[in-house]
């Protein structure tokens, strides 16, 4: 067996790295008038898609069938399974990035393919494993490959923004198994120090995040908005007391996942603060994609891709400077609608698309650089996956 195919988590993790180093650069040169898409859709949206459904589908695929695995001892999908899925996305990529404008139903028909699929690999072993606890995943998937907006579904819904629905369901799962890791890691990695247990504080910060659905799938008033963004960020804050983050900062590996979650604390509090106006979205989305979004993903490629291949959880120095590139990333990328609203120079705020864009290909590019050989090569422990 090609060790590539060992687990599910190794073809869709690189494959992750690499849809995040070229579809970010691609997206701004044509925002720059460089060159173009043959696409029905905005250049906005079909970045937002390929972010959501290219780069974060392929890292819930690989993370959820090779976790899913873990959690109930039973099978998800074997090497064949594998690749038949990673070609279902390939596929989808290929006609994304060459499309004609028919055709953007058959990018969202191969994308709900992956994610129905890979929420019935990881039903039948939670059902029959009776895993309740992570029984919410799976219909989360199905939601998500529901609220595609190239499919014609999605335009019945009365969001603002065509991508929003999506982005809060891929929060949504970041906030469930966040939940549960976070402090797990912290607790193993920092034995000498207490950790919070699971508390009523857990279940605050789910309910409300789960209201953040409300306002994604519909037009509400600026005051509910507002009001329900509040009420998570501050939920999602309180969750962290007793995470002690601060302790982490000597082990950037456990650190990061801290960081990803805070983001998601300063995301929802943005938009209880800015409101939902042009600017004010474009601060607080990307602070919950780039930041929330895009930190817990790339920690979580780091962190599985070494404890799923028999190494040691050290995050090394080519992933300390990954994260500070995507940290440099978001803070150059919500700073830009910032200087919008401060009537900043044209060429300012190309110049810092290009450091934003820079940063994030970097970060991936590291990524890739430091594990292709890991994914691409067996266990060091002679363990099988």
Known sequence: MLPLLAAPFRPFFWLAGLQAVISVPVYLTVLSGKTSLSSA???????????LYGYCAAVLAGFLLTATRAWTQRQTVG?????LLVAIWLGARVISYFPAP???????AADATLLCGTALAIARPILLARSWRNASFAPLLLLLAAANPFFPANRLIGSATPTLPAVEIVI???VIFAGRIIPLFTRNALSAIEVRQRDRRDDLALAANAAMLVPALFVVSPTVDRALSALAGTSNLLRM???????????ALLLVLHLGYAWIVVAQLLRAWLGNDVAGRAIWLHAATLGAIGTLTLAMLARVSLGHTGRPLRAGRLMT?????????????????????????PHWLLTSYWTATGLWSVAFALYLLRYTPMLFSPRVDGKTG
């Open 241 to 251: 007391v007793g995470w002690r983050s601060i302790a982490c900062r000597r082990d």
């Open 321 to 345: 400077l990954a994260f500070a590139c995507l940290l440099g990333a978001v803070l150059a990328r919500i700073s830009i609608p910032t200087a919008v609203r401060c009537g900043a120079d």
């Open 41 to 51: 859709t905005s250049p906005f949206v079909w970045h937002a898609h390929e972010m």
């Open 172 to 174: 949504m799962i970041m």
């Open 102 to 108: 028919a055709r953007l139903s058959w990018v969202a």
């Open 79 to 83: 090497p064949l399974g594998t690749l």
